[in-house]
């Protein structure tokens, strides 16, 4: 499985924007996908994931600015971020978990950056 992540930029607090993620290859065996983000210093954690039930799961500080949606039919998957803050600056990093064995794959990062 191959992922491409883009969308990332510079905005203001408060602000919003939208990821993408592209998955190709042997997507049908996808169980999950999702997004963490590293910040500077800091190990990569968890944003938000979705399932291949649309279960999705959020960090507790993303909760209600964030949406994470999925489009299976194109491989896609999204994270709608609002009200952005400066503690959302990271590089933030598509995920798929994959089959019975569930193998993680990761896409190459888009660097999100929050300033005032």
């Known amino acids: 499985v191959q992922l491409q992540a883009f969308g990332g930029g510079l905005v203001q607090p408060g602000g919003s924007l939208r990821l993408s993620c592209v998955a190709s290859?042997?997507?049908?065996?996808?169980?999950?996908m999702g997004w963490y983000r590293q910040a500077p210093g800091k190990q990569r954690e968890l944003v938000a994931t979705i399932d291949i039930g649309s279960r999705t799961n959020y960090a507790d500080s993303v909760k209600g600015r964030f949406t994470i949606s999925r489009d299976v039919a194109e491989n896609m998957v999204y994270l709608q971020m609002n009200s952005l803050k400066p503690e959302d600056t990271g590089v933030y990093y598509c995920?798929?978990?994959?089959?019975?064995?569930?193998?993680?794959?990761w896409g190459q990062g888009t660097e999100v950056t929050v300033f005032s």
């Open positions: 290859g042997i997507v049908f065996s996808i169980n999950k």
């Open positions: 995920n798929a978990v994959w089959g019975s064995r569930r193998l993680y794959f």
